[in-house]
Nanobody, 122 residues
C-alpha cells in the first residue's frame, strides 16, 4: 500500500520561497501520476501541479505557473514542489497525491498524504 508523507511547510513572508517534499513508501512513485493539491479554509481543494515522473510531463494551475515547479527524485522515491514568489493567496494546506491520470482533478488520485500547512504573510 502506497503511503505519502509531506513535509516542508511553514510560515513565510510574501515573496519568499518554500520547498515541499512528499516521501513515498510501500511502492515506487514512478508507477503513478503524482500531484500537489491545496485547500484553503472555506474553499474547495484545488489542483496545483501534477506530473508523470517517467515522462517528465508536467501541468500547473494558472495561478502558480511560472512560480511553482514540480519535480521528483526516483532514487529517493520523493516528489517536490518548489514554490517561489509566494503570495498570501497561496496560504493553504498542501497535499500530495498519487493516481492514474496526469490531470489536476482530485477524483483521479487514490493515494493522499496528510497535508502540510503553508502560510504566507503579507
Amino acid at each position: 500500500q502506497l503511503q505519502l508523507v509531506e513535509s516542508g511547510g511553514g510560515l513565510v513572508q510574501s515573496g519568499g520561497s518554500l520547498r515541499l517534499s512528499c516521501a513515498a513508501s510501500g511502492s515506487n512513485l514512478d508507477r503513478y501520476a503524482v500531484a500537489w493539491f491545496r485547500q484553503a479554509p472555506g474553499k474547495e481543494r484545488e489542483g496545483v501541479s501534477c506530473a508523470t515522473t517517467r515522462s517528465d510531463v508536467t501541468n500547473y494551475a494558472d495561478s502558480v505557473k511560472g512560480r511553482f515547479t514540480i519535480s521528483s527524485d526516483n532514487a529517493k522515491n520523493t516528489v517536490y514542489l518548489q514554490m517561489n514568489d509566494l503570495r498570501p493567496e497561496d496560504t493553504a494546506v498542501y497535499y500530495c497525491a498519487a493516481g492514474w491520470a496526469n490531470m489536476l482533478l482530485a477524483s483521479y488520485y487514490k493515494h493522499w498524504g496528510q497535508g502540510t500547512q503553508v502560510t504566507v504573510s503579507s
